[in-house]
């Protein structure tokens, strides 16, 4: 999400000669010892380890000795001490002190099959040649079978019942009316569980229910208040620019009623979990999140009423959000269903997201998936990182994605929870084209705008006009553009983290080879080279 990286240097150096990595699993850092015995049998040094002594030298033979052939003979003597003490002292230990010289001694190492496994592993080579031969070839398969409707709304009912098929004309947002329960009179927001954990929109919430009765509309006796679905959403990838985007969007007075840019609700929260490490907690009902929107439903219905200032924009105005984590994470199903065989998600948050919404506008944000995933590594992980540690998390996550390749698919292994949480960085978030791919199964081509930060940092003004008009909001006020323009960058990198400097060049060679052909495919899909960022 951050539009600094963009800003920064990086370096830029290439190094084409490392074609192997040596690959240690994570699971071998804890090391076992392993007793190492020697065979003295097929060795020529016995004599090399016998000192004869003979007669004691004389003090005048002494001095005729050159100094250096004394130092040399002491030296000698010494070193022979201490090889043979090493031997003595550490012989049920790891080894001798001192290496010998493989040419005396000839090791026999005993070892369980569990510490050979182990040590193999370590040994173990990428041959990225073949790795992206491999990638290649899996990216040329069946486009997945969207569920059929019925599946879908009977996987969940209560979000069906509340939603309707149709939405009031006339309004450009996706909003009806839903029937006011005099249960809610004295605080429609109470029980909401979005207030108990943003403190900003329990400030929002606390201004609408002091009027929120003046909102409600009459008919046949009874109360209704106006709902609302996002018009837009902005769906990834994280540490791509999307807070910037959000925020900057807000400026514009047909966008500006949005209170919270990533609810997280179509992927986690409606499932229960907000943290997946920490859990189900409790589930998010889907009024919490039209509540999300209630800011910009009154503005609307203050216009229907006709109480507004007489702008007849009011009707325009447009809902949104941004959660990052709407494009890639369907980790949910997993942890629900974990009893069931399915290798991938049976359902995506797409499916649901067209059925109740099909008019849906889609903008996906993105940039160099190898500085996306340092920007990823720097921004979520708290202590001890460096370049060097960097390195390492993703020569161990690309070893683990390769396992999973020689045995499933590209989108399995892209999609599977398990191997997500075993690689120590998020390498399949940058693996745009498998998710992007999934979400053109169910939305149309013009549904979606793509957009990289490269771009959105190098020229703001144009990258945000594109956004306008895909939403086809009005132009905006000289007044607006400007403050627009000047608006500080959102969530930019912290001071610590740029002074760790950029990844190692093998890092960043290492990882644009193994992008490579997912890039190709993606610049393929959207008819634009730039998704190759072969000039980043």
């Keep these: 999400m951050t539009l600094s990286d963009c800003k920064y240097g990086s370096n830029t150096q290439t190094d084409h000669s490392h074609r192997l990595h040596s690959l240690p699993m994570a699971e071998n850092y804890e090391k076992r010892p392993i007793r190492t015995f020697f065979d003295f049998r097929h060795t020529n040094m016995s004599e090399n380890l016998v000192v004869k002594w003979g007669p004691l030298l004389s003090l005048t033979q002494l001095r005729s000795v050159s100094k250096v052939k004394v130092v040399s003979f002491l030296m000698g003597l010494t070193l022979t001490f201490l090889v043979m003490a090493s031997y003595i002292l550490t012989w049920d230990k790891k080894g001798s002190l001192f290496t010998p010289s493989p040419d005396h001694f000839r090791p026999v190492v005993v070892l369980t099959s569990t510490a050979a496994d182990e040590v193999s592993s370590e040994k173990k080579l990428i041959d990225m040649k073949s790795l992206v031969k491999n990638i290649s070839s899996k990216l040329e398969y069946t486009p997945r079978k969207v569920p059929d409707k019925k599946d879908i709304i009977e996987t969940d009912s209560r979000l069906f019942s509340v939603i309707p098929r149709h ?59 106006l709902r609302c679905l996002p018009f837009f959403y902005i769906i990834g990838q994280p540490k791509c620019g999307t807070t910037d985007l959000f925020h900057r969007l807000l400026l514009h007075p047909e966008v500006k009623f949005n209170t919270m840019k990533e609810p997280h609700w179509w992927t986690r929260k409606r499932f229960g979990y907000i943290r997946f490490k920490d859990g189900f907690q409790e589930s998010f009902p889907v009024e919490d999140y039209l509540d999300l929107f209630d800011l910009a439903a009154h503005n609307i219905q203050k216009e229907i009423s006709g109480n507004s200032s007489g702008d007849h924009r009011t009707l325009q105005l447009i809902t949104g959000e941004a959660s990052a984590s709407t494009m890639w994470d369907n980790q949910a199903w997993s942890y629900l269903h ?51 540690d960097f390195h390492q998390k993703v020569i161990e996550s690309v070893q683990l994605f390769q396992s999973c390749l020689s045995e499933r698919s590209l989108r399995s292994c892209v999609y599977n929870t398990s191997l997500s949480n075993a690689m120590p960085v998020r390498l399949n978030l940058g693996m745009y084209i498998i998710f992007l791919l999934d979400w053109l199964t169910v939305f149309h081509r013009e549904q979606i705008l793509v957009l990289r930060l490269e771009d959105y940092a190098a020229n703001l003004n144009v990258t945000i006009k594109k956004v306008f008009d895909f939403l086809s909001v009005g132009p905006l006020s000289e007044q607006v553009e400007v403050a627009l323009t000047k608006r500080p960058m959102s969530n930019t990198r912290r001071a610590a983290d740029r002074n760790l400097g950029p990844m190692l060049p093998a890092t960043r060679d290492f990882l644009r080879e193994f992008h490579q052909p997912l890039n190709h495919k993606l610049a393929s899909v959207l008819d634009n080279k730039a998704f190759l960022w072969s000039n980043t």
């Design 167 to 225: 939405f009031l004309p006339g309004i450009k947002s996706p909003c009806w009316y839903e029937e006011f329960s005099s249960e809610l009179s004295t605080d429609p927001y109470k029980r909401n569980l979005f207030t108990l954990r943003s403190k900003s929109f329990k400030t929002v919430c606390d201004h609408l229910k002091t009027n929120f009765h003046q909102h409600l509309h009459h008919r046949d006796s009874k109360l209704f208040r």
């Design 338 to 388: 974990g009893d069931r065989e399915e290798t991938e998600p049976p359902f995506l948050a797409q499916d649901f997201i067209h059925t109740v919404q099909p008019g849906a506008k889609i903008i996906i944000m993105l940039r160099d998936p190898v500085e996306r995933l340092y920007s990823d590594y720097l921004y979520f992980k708290m202590a001890n990182k460096s370049a060097e």
